[in-house]
């Protein structure tokens, strides 16, 4: 059964950093591709970073080259988002997913989420 646990959301002020952690069973994480996805009260779900399971480098949404910065520790089954330079914009639970670009088509290929608020 693929399970995805994301933890490390909170509150931040605008400009502060903040990482993200998600680990991952029930699937082989080693060659399964991963991203991070994100949704704002009365928003759509969004894609916000993925990371290949092989050479392809990261990619990133535009609202968030620079800032963002999406990992993974295959030993651990664990995905990474560090970050940093957080806007209020940026408030919203965030999901991991197993896709490397897009919003996977089966909820199951998704977590269950961790907030992050940024606010003064």
């Known amino acids: 059964q693929v399970q995805l646990v994301e933890s490390g959301g909170g509150s931040v002020q605008p400009g502060g950093s903040l990482t993200l952690t998600c680990t991952g069973s029930?699937?082989?994480?080693?060659?399964?591709?991963m991203s991070w996805l994100r949704q704002a009260p009365g928003d759509s779900l969004k894609w916000v970073a993925g990371?290949?399971?092989?050479?392809?480098?990261?990619r990133y949404t535009e609202s968030v080259k620079g800032r963002f910065t999406i990992s993974r520790d295959n030993a651990k089954s664990t995905v990474y988002l560090q970050m940093t330079d957080l806007r209020p914009e940026d408030t919203a639970t965030y999901f991991c997913?197993?896709?490397?670009?897009?919003?996977?088509?089966?909820?199951?290929?998704w977590g269950q989420g961790t907030q992050v608020t940024v606010a003064s």
């Open positions: 997913a197993r896709t490397f670009q897009g919003i996977p088509a089966a909820r199951r290929d």
């Open positions: 029930g699937f082989d994480f080693d060659i399964s591709p």
């Open positions: 990371t290949s399971s092989g050479g392809t480098p990261p």
